[in-house]
């Protein structure tokens, strides 16, 4: 019986040293203290290489798929600096252009003044040929008994519709050369209206504001200019001028248009 209790309490305690060391015993951990500062810095550590790690992965994958951005930024600067030598390409052509248009506009302006000067000079020319032809005629002994005559009548239409331009060279010979010849010039003009009629107008009108214009005083010659209006739908066919002294006609001369 003794025996019987004592291998019970061996039996027991054997189990309970199984129990403790054994299979079915509990776990035991057994950790060092660390502060919190290292477990803060290990963390950080740890995320910032996940972080890394992530960046590494992102640009990796764009690579793969073609974009890289460093290439990127390369051809960006690249771009620029085209755009920046374009620009100022740009900007120096555009100089050149302006200077090259101010000496254009200026040769048009020589030319164009040149080109008046031709016109004036042969205007010139040619009404010292008239003049010539009249002075040559007076030499001759041309003109009529009043010593007075008319020569190079020219009319030319101006830049306002209907208003025209009229010339003619009036001269005294013989004794009458000596004296001063008192007058006014006076213009009949033939013209076609714009329905097809004829009709005559002599100027000056009696209530033309302009003919004292018309009014003439000259010895031995003088170059009569001025200008005068017709209906501007009106063509002119024949112009005659005449110096009239106290209602008679003492010279006349036409021309045909």
């Given at each position: 019986m003794y025996r019987a209790l004592a291998r019970s309490r061996f039996a027991l305690r054997l189990r309970r040293l199984r129990g403790r060391?054994?299979?079915?015993?509990p776990r035991v951990a057994v950790h060092t203290p660390v502060p919190?500062?290292?477990?803060?810095l290990t963390a950080a550590i740890v995320l910032g290489s996940a972080l890394a790690m992530a960046g590494w992965i992102y640009d990796a994958g764009r690579r793969f798929a073609g974009f890289d951005r460093k290439e990127s930024e390369s051809e960006i600067s690249l771009l620029r600096d085209k755009v920046a030598h374009l620009e100022s390409e740009v900007a120096r052509l555009r100089s050149l252009a302006n200077a090259s248009e101010s000496h254009l506009q200026i040769d048009r302006a020589t030319v164009e003044r040149l080109t008046a000067q031709v016109k004036l000079l042969e205007e010139e020319k040619a009404q010292l040929k008239v003049n010539l032809g009249v002075f040559e005629n007076l030499a001759a002994g041309g003109g009529n008994s009043a010593g007075l005559s008319l020569g190079g009548l020219r009319i030319e239409p101006e830049a306002t519709p209907g208003r025209y331009r009229y010339r003619v060279l009036a001269s005294m010979h013989?004794?009458?050369?000596?004296?001063e010849f008192k007058g006014k010039l006076q213009l009949q003009v033939?013209?076609?209206?714009?329905g097809g009629r004829s009709a005559i107008i002599v100027l000056p009108r009696p209530d033309d504001p302009d003919a004292g214009s018309f009014s003439v005083s000259f010895r031995a010659f003088r170059s009569i200019?001025?200008?005068?209006?017709v209906p501007a739908d009106a063509t002119i066919k024949r112009v005659e001028a005449r110096l009239i002294h106290?209602?008679?006609?003492l010279a006349s001369q036409s021309v045909s248009l």
């Open positions: 060391f054994g299979i079915a015993a919190w500062y290292w477990r803060a013989g004794a009458g050369a000596r004296q033939t013209l076609q209206e714009a200019e001025g200008s005068f209006r106290d209602g008679a006609i």
